[in-house]
């Protein structure tokens, strides 16, 4: 079976630093939850795929997903991976909740972060990106 992930816009987040600020509170356990109302339809497949986050309408960085739990209150608790891993950003534009991501369009990894990327401001890395450079 084919990989398959998610798309979400990172609201209010204007680089991968302040998403990392934003989840910190929440990392227990070697994960972190964010919670929605409505679990996705094809859930058990997305499970070991990733969560790829929009900054800007650009997909720069995802996690991996872990797994969904039912929380209390009748919303969905997505478990994911504590660890941002910086992507070649790729223009996406913002949406509401999630979309789905087949795994041959997901953009690449860099080959760590040797180069700081995730420490960029948006601006360069957008410009950056623009250019096909990163």
């Known amino acids: 079976m084919a990989t ?20 910190a509170p929440r990392v227990a356990d070697g994960e972190v939850t964010i919670t929605t109302r409505y679990r996705p339809t094809r859930h058990k497949e997305l499970i070991g795929g990733s969560i790829f986050w929009i900054i800007k309408h650009r997909l720069v960085v995802r996690q991996r997903i872990l797994g969904f739990v039912e929380s209390g209150d009748g919303r969905w608790n997505i478990r994911l991976d504590p660890k941002l891993i910086p992507v070649r950003a790729r223009p996406k534009r913002a949406h509401q909740g999630w979309r789905y991501l087949k795994g041959e369009d997901a953009p690449e990894d860099f080959d760590g972060d040797e ?5 960029m401001p948006p601006k360069m890395l957008n410009e950056l990106a623009r250019l096909g450079l990163v």
């Not at 798309?7 to 989840?23: E, F, H, L, M, N």
């Not at 180069?115 to 420490?119: H, K, M, N, S, T």
Request: proline fraction near 4%.
């Open 4 to 23: 398959l992930h998610i798309t979400k816009p990172a609201v209010g987040c204007d680089s991968i630093k302040r998403i990392q600020q934003r989840q």
């Open 115 to 119: 180069d700081g990327i995730a420490e």
